[in-house]
């Protein structure tokens, strides 16, 4: 019953946060930590302990699958250079180069358990950085990058944390054995997530029942993750890989009705999980302190040893932006080279070659060079620049795996209380003063997103193309009503008109900030209807598979197409 309480009042403290946050130009998971805190030091609240198991194994994988369907595989895609590159290298370099300073100060402490408490801190979570950028609205590419990071650096550090845990205990942590395990986890993690989710979609394809089909969509992420954990490999990574598939598959796979559930479901699920767990951290600081043993290592030069830390792990994520915006830079130039000698290449080998095999891959050229020129397109008009680069340098906010992983080391490693104190300060101070002072940053330095009536510009002339495409089939869809022979023509002039009014809204937007005989004609309006709205979601699919179009824009045309065709379709 008291836990029934506290789960009620958190939900509130949430919920009231979340609504107000806004007003004060903050983002939520900021000011949860620091009610959290607040809230720890009055009386009668009890202490407050979290199993990290319960964390790592039930929290995080719904709030990476959450975030994993909601990001567009193509913009993943598009992005796996700088999310590689922060998620595994700089995870990897961040977490050595914090753990010597660890080894550096505190010194009754091994390296290895070092290592591990800066694997614990080195993956920045991208909630804080995303709600404010969001808001302030930053450029699409510099979002997907923070998202597809968060995403996949828990699970280098998790392996990362597991290896040098490994080599406290006595093994030796090699470059090796470090880069054997990676592999393995990796690998094993890819193959079961995407089993995972090839799986439960071709389900949830045979489900008719709503109810069924989102209990299905509950299981996914621990489907994916149970098994790989049990093999040993990365779970979080299986998540991830399920939830990009299904993001992926979705479109082309579910009924309206799944998708608009599963926007739903899942967005009321990450908002819990995730402002739950900012609160946890604040509430829980002041458990974590008063388990510091002064006689072993004092709280003040523990705070120091953690602003130091902090200290690090700022210095080293602003350094390694050089590189990869120059990088970056580097790849657009290089990319519209390769794929100007790949086109001509292919076109020398359709010339010199006949045959079957020679006619098969000319079509398949065919049919990538559109999407890949798209992609070059899309790196051009959103290219990531010094500034954008230091927007994303400033962004490494720690959060849930921070929270749960620092609990997760031996108990009988040196300065243990001193370790997790480090690890949950680290979390405060770079969500506090990195995540405070952002909106400030993106600000001063000017750096801006797409411009709205630009973006509703683009969506109108992409629902134009749709409605074209869905008033194309709608002769065909009256031809094929059998038993009638006379559609009355106000009924087919109400079935273009939805189409025009849907486009003609979005323009204006951007220019301001087998039927029976008694078939009745509103079943008649109904099927006809259905018959273009189907004409114009395969059109979507195709500019989907092309990269025709941006993918914010993309998703807004399907929300439109899954609300009016869900309103279409009969109840089942």
Avoid at 108 to 120: R, Y
Avoid at 389 to 408: H, K, N, P
Avoid at 473 to 486: N, P, R, S, T, Y
Wanted: glycine share 6%; aromatic share 6%.
């Amino acid at each position: 019953m008291e836990l029934a309480v506290y789960a009620v009042l958190a939900v509130a403290v949430i919920v009231a946060v979340a609504a107000f946050a806004p007003r004060l130009g903050v983002a939520a998971p900021i000011v949860l930590v620091l009610v959290g805190v607040g809230l720890s030091f009055l009386p009668g609240v009890p202490d407050v302990e979290v199993d990290h198991e319960l964390i790592l194994d039930i929290v995080l994988p719904p709030i990476l699958y959450a975030a994993a369907i909601s990001l567009p595989f193509a913009d993943f895609r598009r992005n796996v250079l700088p999310i590689g590159s922060l998620s595994v290298v700089l995870v990897l370099i961040t977490a050595f180069g914090a753990g010597f300073v660890l080894f550096a100060l505190l010194p009754k402490l091994a390296l290895a358990p070092a290592i591990a408490l800066g694997a614990v801190i080195s993956p920045p979570d991208a909630v804080a950085a995303t709600a404010i950028g969001r808001r302030l609205g930053l450029p699409p590419r510099l979002l997907t990058v923070l998202e597809g990071e968060g995403l996949v650096n828990d699970a280098t550090a998790l392996v990362l944390l597991r290896s040098a845990t490994a080599a406290a205990a006595g093994n030796l942590l090699t470059p090796w054995a470090l880069g054997r395990d990676f592999v393995v986890a990796a690998v094993v993690a890819v193959a079961i997530g995407l089993a995972a989710g090839f799986v439960t979609m071709a389900v949830r394809t045979r489900l008719s029942d709503p109810v069924l089909d989102t209990a299905v969509s509950l299981a996914v992420p621990f489907v994916a993750f149970v098994p790989t954990q049990f093999f040993g490999a990365s779970g979080v990574l299986a998540v991830v890989v399920a939830g990009l598939y299904t993001s992926h598959a979705a479109p082309a796979a579910l009924t309206p009705q799944a998708r608009i559930s599963d926007r739903i479901n899942w967005r009321t699920i990450q908002f819990l999980l995730e402002n739950g767990v900012f609160l946890l951290i604040g509430l829980e600081l002041r458990t974590v302190v008063e388990h510091v043993d002064p006689t072993v290592f004092g709280f003040w030069p523990t705070i120091l040893v953690a602003l130091a830390a902090t200290l690090a792990l700022v210095l080293i994520r602003l350094v390694w932006m050089v590189p990869l915006v120059l990088a970056l830079r580097a790849r657009a130039a290089l990319a519209e080279r390769t794929l100007l000698r790949q086109w001509l290449a292919f076109d020398h080998y359709r010339r010199s070659r006949r045959g079957p095999i020679a006619t098969r891959l000319w079509r398949r050229a065919e049919r990538a060079y559109p999407r890949r020129r798209a992609d070059l397109e899309e790196l051009r008009r959103d290219g990531v620049t010094p500034k954008g680069g230091l927007v994303l340098g400033w962004s490494g906010m720690r959060g849930v795996v921070t929270l749960a992983a620092a609990q997760s080391l031996p108990k009988a490693t040196n300065y243990y209380p001193q370790l997790v104190l480090i690890a949950f300060i680290v979390a405060v101070l770079t969500l506090v003063v990195q995540g405070g002072t952002l909106p400030a940053v993106i600000r001063l330095l000017g750096v801006r997103g797409t411009d709205a009536a630009d973006d509703q510009r683009e969506l109108a002339a992409l629902l134009d193309e749709l409605g074209y495409a869905g008033l194309a089939a709608l002769d065909e869809a009256a031809a094929d009503l059998d038993g009638i022979d006379d559609i009355d023509p106000a009924v087919l002039d109400r079935v273009r008109q939805s189409s025009f009014l849907r486009a003609e809204a979005a323009w204006e937007r951007s220019r301001g900030p087998g039927v029976p005989l008694h078939e009745t004609p509103n079943r008649l309006y109904r099927r006809l209807r259905l018959a273009v709205v189907q004409a114009e979601r395969e059109r979507l699919l195709d500019a989907r598979r092309q990269g025709e179009y941006s993918s914010h824009t993309l998703l807004q045309a399907q929300a439109l197409l899954d609300l009016e065709e869900s309103r279409l379709s009969p109840a089942r």
